[in-house]
């Protein structure tokens, strides 16, 4: 199945765009010391001012955050958040996605920066550990996060790619048990993990450090079924929080509706709101829909519980079901939405219905 | 996996290592340029 034209037109815009924004935080460093006339290059590198944070993220980066996402998951699981749809196949698949990443894709990791990386980038070890924490965070802020951003869309736009990120996709369901779950090709190939190791071989490792622990708890928290940002759209005074939020960061809304089944709610918006840590790009680029509800139904409509084992290995593995896209011979792309909504906010979308959809929470 | 599975899977591959390596150089050339000035 061909890229739509009006598709690769979008993603070659806002590819050239991207260019600018992945240099910004470095021409803004450049504008800073040449206004302070600081030369950080020429001194040893400072140590980091606050050796307790350093240890916090280390912790988080390591038991922290599968303790955290178990300790939520048992959560949603005594609060019934999962209904009857958590089935046997869905449970050993999230399992599975959950502890194969951290046998496989951690050991890839630690290969790749501790062999490969001095290979490829010989005498460049820590070059640039005279770059100030702050802006380390900054450029690994960007480079991270912009980079899955674009991992992630084109895994929804590229017809090709699509079955490689379907599993994420298929839990007709949301919450810590699916956060994880991805084809293990996806994950291994994720381009910002590879980025991000050449970035700390560089000398950015503290702010990677930082800057993964904070991605990484608000992305967990935009999956989990506990709705923590309606308490913000519920109370008036906290609605310019809420505004700056919700423009910010993906929330458990915006990232709902990424996951709804349907778009037909004026709720969902599973062709867009593609945003990881940050919801930013998709409004920069206009794949984004605002939302302050949540979305009736989760997963794909043309579902069909798909063999675990295919979910998490294809193309190595194959499902048996006919029709499926996981099968041999099926199809790259199972639902062919007509007229999709907020593709790119602008193409082919009329702005009227964008601003009655995306107030439709002021009427509730 | 088929011929056409690999196929996919090469083209998956380097559609990966360039949304990696064209933020990578910018970051690379936009450091070591700073530190010439």
Not at chain 1, 63 to 83: K, Q, S
Not at chain 1, 139 to 163: C, E, M, S
Not at chain 1, 306 to 311: F, K, R
Request: net charge positive; charged share 15%; aromatic share 14%.
């Amino acid at each position: 199945m061909p890229l739509k034209k009006e598709t690769g037109r979008s993603i070659l815009r806002d590819a050239s765009v991207s260019l600018l924004l992945y240099a910004l935080p470095v021409l803004l460093l450049a504008a800073y010391l040449y206004i302070t006339g600081d030369k950080p290059w020429l001194r040893a590198p400072a140590k980091p001012a606050i050796p307790v944070l350093k240890t916090v993220f280390e912790h988080l980066s390591t038991w922290g955050l599968p303790v955290l996402m178990v300790g939520v998951g048992i959560i949603e699981f005594a609060l019934r958040l999962y209904e009857k749809k958590w089935t046997r196949n869905e449970r050993i698949l999230d399992i599975v996605c959950f502890i194969g990443p951290k046998v496989f894709i951690r050991p890839a990791v630690v290969y790749f920066t501790l062999w490969l990386l001095p290979v490829l980038l010989p005498g460049l070890k820590n070059v640039f550990a005279w770059v100030p924490l702050v802006w380390g965070f900054l450029i690994v802020a960007v480079a991270d996060d912009l980079t899955q951003y674009w991992y992630h869309r084109l895994h929804h736009q590229v017809p090709f790619l699509w079955r490689f990120h379907r599993t994420h996709h298929s839990a007709p369901y949301m919450g810590m048990a699916m956060a994880s779950r991805q084809n293990i090709i996806y994950t291994i190939f994720f381009s910002q993990i590879y980025l991000t190791a050449a970035l700390v071989y560089l000398g950015l490792g503290y702010a990677a450090l930082l800057v993964t622990g904070v991605k990484s708890i608000i992305t967990l928290a935009a999956h989990s079924s506990i709705p923590w940002d309606k308490p913000l759209y519920s109370r008036k005074w906290l609605h310019p929080v809420a505004w700056v939020l919700e423009r910010l960061i993906s929330t458990p809304a915006t990232h709902h509706a990424h996951h709804a089944a349907s778009n037909d709610d004026g709720v969902g918006h599973y062709k867009g709101n593609f945003g990881n840590m940050f919801f930013l790009w998709d409004v920069i680029f206009g794949t984004g829909i605002i939302t302050r509800r949540y979305p009736a139904s989760f997963g794909l409509s043309y579902y069909q519980g798909e063999e675990w084992y295919a979910q998490f290995l294809w193309p190595i593995f194959k499902s048996r079901k006919a029709g499926s896209e996981l099968s041999a011979g099926g199809p790259e792309v199972g639902d062919e939405v007509t007229g999709q909504p907020g593709q790119a906010l602008g193409v082919g979308y009329e702005e009227e219905d964008y601003v009655e959809k995306k107030y439709l929470y002021d009427l509730q | 996996m088929t011929y056409h599975d690999v196929v996919i899977l090469a083209k998956k591959i380097l559609v990966g290592i360039v949304v990696a390596v064209i933020p990578f150089l910018i970051f690379f050339v936009g450091l070591k340029l700073i530190q010439h000035f």
